[in-house]
């Protein structure tokens, strides 16, 4: 009797350490998983942190060359006030020239 009993609890205890195998192989298999897509995450993650630089250092280049444009458009303006200015005077010479006035 306790030899039934005893082979009846090792029958159980092998069919447990069985299923407990199974369970832990099964979680190594959604480990390495788990582990393979973190690996592609991280990898997409460097690529976008990679192409933000890129971007962030196009929109540096390109805030430079619209500084250098305002700086252009600020002279032009410069220029054509003066130009303003010179045919003012020009005018108000030729009328008092002319006689005008």
């Given at each position: 009797?306790?030899?039934?009993?005893y082979n009846?609890?090792?029958?159980?205890?092998?069919g447990?350490?069985?299923?407990?195998?199974?369970e832990l192989?099964s979680?190594r298999?959604h480990?390495r998983?788990?582990l393979?897509?973190?690996?592609?995450v991280?990898?997409?993650?460097?690529?976008?942190?990679?192409?933000l630089?890129?971007?962030?250092?196009?929109?540096?280049?390109?805030q430079?060359?619209?500084?250098?444009?305002?700086?252009?458009m600020n002279?032009?303006?410069?220029?054509?006030?003066?130009m303003?200015a010179?045919l003012?005077?020009?005018a108000?010479?030729?009328?008092?020239?002319?006689?005008?006035?």
């Amino acid at each position: 009797m306790a030899r039934s009993a005893y082979n009846d609890v090792a029958a159980r205890l092998m069919g447990e350490v069985k299923a407990l195998r199974g369970e832990l192989r099964s979680t190594r298999r959604h480990t390495r998983v788990v582990l393979s897509g973190s690996e592609a995450v991280l990898t997409h993650m460097r690529a976008v942190r990679a192409n933000l630089d890129a971007t962030q250092a196009c929109m540096n280049a390109t805030q430079v060359g619209l500084n250098a444009t305002q700086m252009g458009m600020n002279a032009m303006q410069a220029g054509m006030n003066a130009m303003q200015a010179s045919l003012d005077s020009a005018a108000a010479e030729l009328r008092v020239t002319s006689g005008d006035c």
